[in-house]
């Protein structure tokens, strides 16, 4: 009888074992794809819920610490600010204060986040309706894969393995960190001369600082560059870069030819870099690619996507 009693507790057990990985395997959250799409200012946003409202269109953004929303946005949906938590924001064009707003939840695909504190933007100078950005705070929590040739980003929530998620012809790259911040960077050539790049989604067009475009044998006053579009930043400070091609960029492998690019002396590269060569690897150079991307490991895999044969 004891036997009996022994093997039916057993038995139980292996029951309630079972029972218990089938619901946290039905509880796993699974992976949510989500469109990205073009703004009639050069960004790409994704659909994102705030306190269970929207969808509204945010920048997915691996080039910001923290997620941002707009001034506009947070008075149009009246978010509470965090009174006397005030903070300094930098951005490409230098640093500003700015007020705080929380967010109860931020929606994401399948992660949710609550977000205490969430930086205030001006007002865009240009048309872009975006509401707000999402920055490697909410990305931690996720392995993302930006498939920019599909159209498309999707959402791994952890626990999950990034390197499976790429191709086995990916290259991949583990990064460094920018001094300051959670910003991803990496090594990069330009026509044979080595710098350091940021690795930023958020920033349209890819931008060179002087002194890398001097070394690197790039005149932009020359006839082949012209002036673009004021860049503004959050701290309002008007920048004019000279657009123009740059010539062969090589990193993680790869080489890239034919390389356009914005030269402009942005403080966020001159202070961070003390000088030395550097450059922000904008959306136009990412959208060749399908990315896969783990803020927290600080790992990259520059992946080639089904749709680029399309």
Request: proline share 6%; charged share 20%.
């Amino acid at each position: 009888m004891r036997r009996a009693l022994k093997i039916v507790a057993a038995l139980s057990m292996a029951m309630a074992s079972s029972s218990a990985s089938v619901a946290l395997a039905a509880e796993a959250p699974k992976p949510v794809s989500v469109p990205l799409m073009a703004w009639s200012n050069g960004h790409d946003t994704v659909p994102v819920f705030i306190n269970g409202v929207g969808p509204y269109p945010f920048i997915l953004d691996t080039g910001a610490d923290g997620t941002a929303v707009y001034q506009w946005f947070a008075d149009q949906i009246k978010l509470p600010k965090v009174e006397g938590a005030d903070q300094d924001l930098s951005g490409q064009t230098g640093s500003s204060r700015v007020s705080m707003y929380r967010l109860d939840t931020l929606a994401l695909g399948g992660v949710q986040k609550r977000i205490d504190q969430a930086y205030a933007l001006p007002a865009r100078k240009d048309s872009g309706g975006q509401a707000g950005v999402v920055g490697n705070d909410v990305m931690d929590d996720a392995v993302v894969v930006f498939d920019f040739p599909c159209r498309k980003v999707t959402i791994y929530p952890k626990p999950v393995d990034a390197r499976s998620l790429a191709g086995p012809n990916a290259h991949a790259l583990h990064t460094g960190v920018d001094e300051g911040s959670t910003l991803l960077t990496f090594p990069v050539s330009l026509n044979g001369v080595t710098g350091t790049a940021i690795l930023d989604s958020g920033s349209r067009q890819t931008r060179i600082t002087q002194g890398f475009a001097r070394k690197a044998g790039i005149d932009p006053a020359s006839a082949s560059f012209h002036d673009d579009a004021a860049i503004f930043g959050t701290s309002m400070n008007e920048l004019v870069p000279r657009t123009g091609p740059v010539g062969e960029l090589q990193f993680a492998g790869m080489t890239l030819k034919n390389v356009t690019a914005q030269v402009i002396d942005l403080p966020v590269l001159l202070q961070d870099f003390h000088g030395e060569p550097a450059m922000l690897v904008g959306a136009d150079v990412l959208g060749r690619y399908r990315l896969v991307y783990d803020h927290a490991a600080r790992n990259i895999w520059f992946d080639t996507s089904s749709c680029q044969s399309q």
